[in-house]
């Protein structure tokens, strides 16, 4: 008796905790939504408004009707584009370093170590390049740094996932009979899908919060939602309304892509992505 | 024609010498199993013939045209790998279909070889499953399918029974060995199990650090060993060597009263070898017990017994001949009571004399 007792008060403990700290984590994002709701009186009331009177839309109707919300898009197109071509090279040159051990032992060593560089260090004379070639303000140049920007982790990541994967694999099917490229996309592309998966997640989520490169290299053809975000501090006040909205309309389309990818993401991660 | 046919091949990795110059011709049909012990560069030979290693230095030819520079998926060969190589996200009739698709066989043609395959290796009933859902037997069984679908010229095994358990290796043994006398394929084999060796083989190359030993048909090699190497490598247990010194009738044990009568028919043979140091070598099994062996061939020694090991069918019995462990293999109604001195006799004319300089066999 007594010690189903203390089971129970175990795991009663337990699921208190657990929802403590779901509060805790949903809370900020619920906020956020809430806050993009609300009209401006409601923003600013003390005692907080928790839930509005009215889910009123009008901060997201200003957002489309300005075009602010195209932002968004352009935040898509630099960041997908760019983890597609990241995604592309990168593995190519992994598979080239895992397997043809290109530059040695320590050319992979050097590459990752191009993404240690801080941002902020080489965003000016990025931008002084940029000036000179006339590609400020263009998808072609954001899209061109956020790939440069990434292939080091995406090179490094891939590198270790190929270098999992049993070379007996890709030996027996070039003694069956296939060129190495289709060796790299029949034998190597499935047997690391989850962590390509998981490595394109990562690198698009990278590019999708870059904040720094894009308020430099953008003015307003290309600017993208983070840059847009800043628009609303004003020196007079501060659009909370639209800057939440603009934050909703930023973190929606992670949401979904990480919602549907769970499952690479989790496996990716744990490197199980080539056990049998 | 030979079918394949290697010329003083050499491969190096980095500074490493794996290979130091192998020659060998492999006729049409023929069984050949390579082994020796690991490091010995058998399964450097093996990739070098699939294309899987650049060769340094020789060539190899394949029905007569050299492939030194020709691409593995070009050579037309089929292997097998030590760890099944078997693609988890396919199933089993995917991957034993894997190497046709590749050569674009209609797929009609892809489905009757492939169950054909199947059919010879007993596994069609697994065709449905995925690699995950099978027992290590069955993988191996599958790996070998996915060879033998092919028309190759060419058939490589590259130790493939060593993951699966000691029963399992057994019938394994033997269903390869039926697969190779029902295609009649070339098939080049690698193992540092001396067993399966002697067993499948139509010939055995033995390989010792990089360079062939000796070659030949199993029994060749077991009856005729050229060096003592080979001598030591075939047979379970392995040969006895006992130190001993020529003198004119007979061989002495070293730091014994033993010695053993040489037979009329070899002794102008040692007479070069009279007065001098000598290794002779005998197989456990030829020796016996002095009192049912008892003809002028044979040499009496009486012995102090060590150990004792039944197998059942074989007793292995250890003991002392100077300052050389030795083993004899008795049936076990040899060995009644606790005796622990017995009188054994050798068949002199089965053993074998070694120059201890050389370590060849005289």
Redesign the interface.
Known sequence: MKTSHRKKIKLALRYIAVVALTILFLFPIYWLFMISFKTANEIYAYPPVWWPETLQLSNYRVLFEDGDAATVGNSLIVAGVSTIFAMILGTICAYSLARFKTGGEHLANWIISQRMIPPIAIVFPVFLLYVWFGMVDTYFGLILLYTAFNLPYVIWMMRGYIMDI?I??E?????????RW?VVWK?VF??CRAGLFATAIFTFVFAWNDFIFALVLTRTDVATYTVQVTHYFGGQSNFWGKISAMSVLGTLPIFFIVAFMQKYLVRGISLGAV?? | MADLKINSLHKYYGSMHAVKGVDLEIPKGEFTVLVGQSGCGKSTLLRTIAGLEEIDEGSIEIDGEVVNDVAPKDRDIAMVFQNYALYPYMTVFDNIAFGLRARKTPKVEIEEKVAEASRMLSIDHLLERYPRQLSGGQLQRVAIGRAIVRQARIYLFDEPLSNLDAQLRDEMRGEIKRLHRELGKTMIYVTHDQIEAMTMADRIVLLRDGKIEQQGSPLDLYERPATKYVAGFLGSPSMNFIDGMVTENKVTINNSNHSLDIPEQIKNKLTSHANKAIIVGIRPEHFSRADIANHQQYSKLSVNIELVQPTGSRSYVTFRLGQNPAVAELRPQDLLGHNTTIELSVDMSRVIYIDPITEMTI
Do not use: E, F, N, R
Request: proline share 11%.
């Open positions: 049993p007996s694999l030996q027996a099917a070039l003694v069956d009979g296939y060129t289709q034998v499935p047997m056990k049998g």
